[in-house]
């Protein structure tokens, strides 16, 4: 006798026709959980301020910018003599948007 005789495969198991796709609830959760919705938005608005700046003439007076701070983050506008800036803040179950002239909540 062969010991090194094969071995018979074993036969696949069927598919389950109906069986539905492993829905991973858990990270879709945390997708939506507000810190993480509050980080894209950081990030996003990171973005849009590097292509707004991209957008600038050469000599123009005025610069965006975006500082971030714990649980917050700015959005400046600076020029020579002027300064304009939006804080989004997060706060519990809501993130905040303000400016000097008062604030408003986003649910």
């Not at 005789?5 to 198991?13: D, H, L, S």
């Not at 945390?30 to 003439?57: A, I, M, Y």
Request: net charge negative.
């Amino acid at each position: 006798m062969d010991d090194k005789a094969e071995k018979p495969e074993k036969p696949e198991k069927p598919e389950k026709q109906n069986e539905a796709p492993q829905f991973d609830w858990v990270n879709e959760r945390f997708q939506c959980s507000l810190p993480n919705v509050f980080k894209t938005l950081r990030l996003q608005v990171e973005e849009d301020v590097k292509t707004r700046n991209g957008l600038r003439p050469s000599n123009s007076p005025y610069e965006f910018s975006v500082t971030e701070d714990g649980d917050a983050f700015t959005v400046l506008m600076q020029a020579k003599d002027v300064q304009r800036s939006v804080i989004f803040s997060l706060a519990g179950t809501r993130i905040l948007c303000g400016t000097a002239m008062g604030e408003r909540s986003l649910r």
